[in-house]
């Protein structure tokens, strides 16, 4: 570091993953990125407002040895962000054998609700990962297959660790969860049927606290938690566990591996993330507050496009998911994908995947649920229909949805169609959209789009 607060850059030990930046909102961030693998890299932050050449767009990809400068201020508002590598074709394994880390942003209004901090405020990452006899990461061994489901491994991480343990004090905490994993869809809970308290998604708090008896959380989804340990008895534990849901819909198709892919761990499987030991109380308690934040509601009849929504048809075609029939172009942005700044849009991702157009595989029928992501912005999710037919894969994870904040990933699933609203509001330039199965993304189920001012 060259300037600023020791606080500002922190190290989970012990841990592959990158250092956790504490940023306050309003500041300056100079980064230098060294290129020091053998491939092109470039980083990317994951749900900040930043101009395009910071965004880590692919274009900006850099040789090895060579170095890239990040300067650019923190508008966005308080909350847990992130940053990966995004170089096309690559940045599935990137991420996977240890590039990324978090990135936490505070502002007043966050730190005028007293939320628990210090030692109490714990930032986890959830991954999972596969490895050999010798302890090595192994990725994509079942080569065509894993890039068409994306990788699952069959050991659960979090902050860089198998069978995490964790010894919290029977206070209250708060509890901040990044999906870091390349395609696993966890469906949270705590092993007692406790509900879980949601506070913040992936753009921050909430206008208000919301429960959930469990929380579907995508690839790329963060959801920050109150945990408040105070009513457990010293000595108790609590399991924070991923809850088993189907894996294919009354369609027939396949969603996430299942017995087509190679993994001992498919999507849906039952597993625990990680333990809680609790121990004494040993600090004041602290209230959780009944309002959190103000939130700028988007309204559907403000949209320049109201009725006519931004449409991305997502569907397989041969054995690669695709958006509106297109893979990534490194430069190409397609009529349709040019939008102006400032302009409050309403986009509308359907999953036609299984239905018509899905047959891509002759006589398979894939389904999969996609995170759709859009870089440079936050939106607000307008609202979710699902097709007769695919009911029962989407409500075994639809009241695991928090769509009620801050968003820049949606989980999509099959036979559904999410709409959301969004701005383009602070810089002009050319931003990307795509799927967070990072699989998904580096076969190309990612496009351009562009911010005219
Ligand atoms: Cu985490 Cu292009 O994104
Ligand atoms: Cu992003
Ligand atoms: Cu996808």
């Given at each position: ?7 500002s ?48 767009h ?6 090895p ?6 300067d650019?201020?923190?508008i ?7 940053f990966?590598p ?59 297959m ?18 995490a ?12 969860l990044?999906?870091?994993?390349n ?18 998604t ?6 208000a ?21 105070s ?16 894996g ?9 591996g299942?017995?087509?892919?190679g ?27 009944t309002?959190?934040?103000t939130?700028?509601?988007h309204?559907?009849?403000d949209?320049v ?20 029939g ?60 699902i ?50 199965n ?10 351009n ?5």
């Amino acid at each position: 570091m060259r300037e600023g607060s020791a606080e500002s850059i922190q190290t989970l030990s012990g841990s592959y993953l990158g250092p956790i930046f504490r940023i306050g909102k309003g500041q300056r961030v100079q980064v230098r990125l060294k290129n020091e693998l053998p491939d092109p890299t470039i980083i990317h932050w994951h749900g900040l407002s930043i101009p395009e050449e910071m965004d880590g767009h692919p274009r900006y990809a850099i040789a090895p040895g060579a170095s890239y400068e990040y300067d650019f201020q923190v508008i966005n508002r308080a909350g847990m962000y992130w940053f990966h590598p995004h170089p096309h074709g690559l940045t599935g394994p990137q991420v996977y054998y240890g590039l990324a880390g978090l990135f936490i942003v505070s502002d007043d209004e966050e730190a005028s609700l007293g939320l628990p901090t210090g030692e109490y405020d714990l930032p986890l990452v959830i991954q999972d990962r596969t490895f050999d006899s010798q302890n090595q990461m192994v990725y994509l061994a079942n080569g065509m297959m894993d890039q068409m489901i994306g990788f699952l491994g069959d050991t659960i991480l979090v902050n860089g660790a198998p069978d995490a343990a964790l010894d919290v004090k029977a206070d209250a905490y708060r509890l901040r969860l990044l999906n870091g994993s390349n395609s696993r869809i966890y469906k949270l809970a705590w092993q007692d049927g406790t509900p879980l308290t949601v506070i913040a998604t992936d753009g921050g708090l909430l206008e208000a606290p919301v429960t959930r008896d469990y929380i579907t959380l995508a690839p790329g989804e963060r959801v920050e938690l109150w945990a408040d340990f105070s009513g457990r008895t010293a000595g108790s534990q609590m399991r924070l566990v991923s809850l088993p849901f189907s894996g294919s819909s009354s369609g027939g198709g396949m969603m996430g591996g299942g017995m087509m892919g190679g993994s001992s761990l498919p999507n849906g499987a039952s597993f625990d993330i990680m333990s809680l030991k609790v121990g004494a109380k040993s600090a004041e308690a602290v209230p959780l507050p009944t309002s959190l934040a103000t939130i700028g509601r988007h309204r559907a009849e403000d949209a320049v496009n109201r009725n006519n929504p931004r449409a991305f048809t997502l569907a397989m075609q041969g054995m690669i998911h695709t958006i509106n029939g297109r893979l990534f172009e490194m430069d190409a942005v397609a009529r349709d994908e040019i939008v102006q700044l400032g302009d409050l849009e309403i986009w509308e991702f359907a999953n036609l995947e299984g239905g018509e157009g899905g047959m891509g595989m002759g006589m398979m029928n894939m389904e999969m649920p996609h995170p759709m992501h859009i870089h440079g912005v936050q939106f607000q999710v307008l609202r979710r229909q699902i097709t007769r037919g695919y009911e029962s894969a989407y409500q075994a994870l639809s009241a695991g949805f928090v769509d009620d904040g801050w968003k820049d990933t949606v989980l999509v699933m099959p036979g559904e169609k999410v709409q959301v609203l969004v701005r383009f509001e602070k810089y002009a330039g050319t931003y990307l959209y795509h799927c967070h199965n990072l699989e998904h993304g580096d076969a190309g189920m990612m496009r351009n789009y562009k911010i005219e001012s």
